[in-house]
T-cell receptor, first 115, second 114 residues
Framework: KQEVTQIPAALSVPEGENLVLNCSFT??????LQWFRQDPGKGLTSLLL?????REQTSGRLNASLDKSSGRSTLYIAASQPGDSATYLC??????????????FGKGTMLLVSP | EAEVAQSPRYKITEKSQAVAFWCDPI?????LYWYRQILGQGPELLVQ????????DSQLPKDRFSAERLKGVDSTLKIQPAELGDSAMYLC????????????FGEGSWLTVV
C-alpha cells in the first residue's frame, strides 16, 4: 500500500525566506505527483502536477522536483510571503491496471510566513 | 475559471439522521471523486466515478454511505444514519478522463454530527 509522508509537519519562517517542503512515498512506481495548497476550512487548490517522466515543474515562485527512484519530491517556494501561509499537501497517483487510479495524500505541511 | 461546486458548505446534524451532499464537477470532466478529510489529515478517497459508473468504492462504508451520479454529471453523497465519527470535511473533485490529468477540488462540505 502506498504511503506518503510529508516533513516537516509545520514550518514557520519570516517573510522573504526561501523554503523547501519535503514529500516521500513508499512505492516509486508512480504515475504522477501533485502538490496542493489548502487554506483553513477551504478546499484544495492544485499548484503543480509532475508526470513520472518529468524531473520538475515551475509556476511563478514555486518549483517542484521529482526523484522517482528515491521516492521523493520537494516543493521549493522562493521569497516567501505572508499570503503563502497555508497547508501544503503532496499526493501521488499509481498506474492503474484497470485504467483507474486515484491520489494518495500525505498529511500536509502547515506553513506560516510571518511579516 | 471553471470550478467544482459543492453544497451545502456547512451542515450540522444529529446522529442517526440522514445527510446529503451535492457536487457539480467542472463541465466536461468525466471523472468525479468524493474524498473525506478529517482535521489534520490528508483527504482519503470514498468513491470514484467514471461517467455514471462507480470504478472504486472500496473505502466507502456501504452500510451507511451511498453515492450516485445518475446522468454522469452532478453527484450526490448520502450518509444514513450519521454517526459522530462522520464529522469531517467532504470534498468533491473532478478531472478529465485521462489519469494523467490534474484533479480539481471543490470548496468542501463541513459536516458536524452532534
Amino acid at each position: 500500500k502506498q504511503e506518503v509522508t510529508q516533513i516537516p509537519a509545520a514550518l514557520s519562517v519570516p517573510e522573504g525566506e526561501n523554503l523547501v517542503l519535503n514529500c516521500s512515498f513508499t512505492d516509486s512506481a508512480i504515475y504522477n505527483l501533485q502538490w496542493f495548497r489548502q487554506d483553513p476550512g477551504k478546499g484544495l487548490t492544485s499548484l503543480l502536477l509532475i508526470q513520472s517522466s518529468q524531473r520538475e515543474q515551475t509556476s511563478g515562485r514555486l518549483n517542484a522536483s521529482l526523484d522517482k527512484s528515491s521516492g521523493r519530491s520537494t516543493l521549493y517556494i522562493a521569497a516567501s510571503q505572508p499570503g503563502d501561509s497555508a497547508t501544503y499537501l503532496c499526493a501521488v497517483r499509481l498506474p492503474a491496471g484497470s485504467g483507474y487510479s486515484t491520489l494518495t495524500f500525505g498529511k500536509g505541511t502547515m506553513l506560516l510566513v510571518s511579516p | 475559471e471553471a470550478e467544482v461546486a459543492q453544497s451545502p458548505r456547512y451542515k450540522i446534524t444529529e446522529k442517526s439522521q440522514a445527510v446529503a451532499f451535492w457536487c457539480d464537477p467542472i463541465s466536461g470532466h468525466a471523472t468525479l471523486y468524493w474524498y473525506r478529510q478529517i482535521l489534520g489529515q490528508g483527504p482519503e478517497l470514498l468513491v470514484q466515478f467514471q461517467d455514471e459508473s462507480v470504478v472504486d468504492d472500496s473505502q466507502l462504508p456501504k452500510d451507511r454511505f451511498s453515492a450516485e451520479r445518475l446522468k454522469g454529471v452532478d453527484s450526490t453523497l448520502k450518509i444514513q444514519p450519521a454517526e459522530l465519527g462522520d464529522s469531517a470535511m467532504y470534498l468533491c473533485a473532478s478531472s478529465l478522463r485521462n489519469s494523467g490529468n490534474t484533479i480539481y477540488f471543490g470548496e468542501g462540505s463541513w459536516l458536524t454530527v452532534v
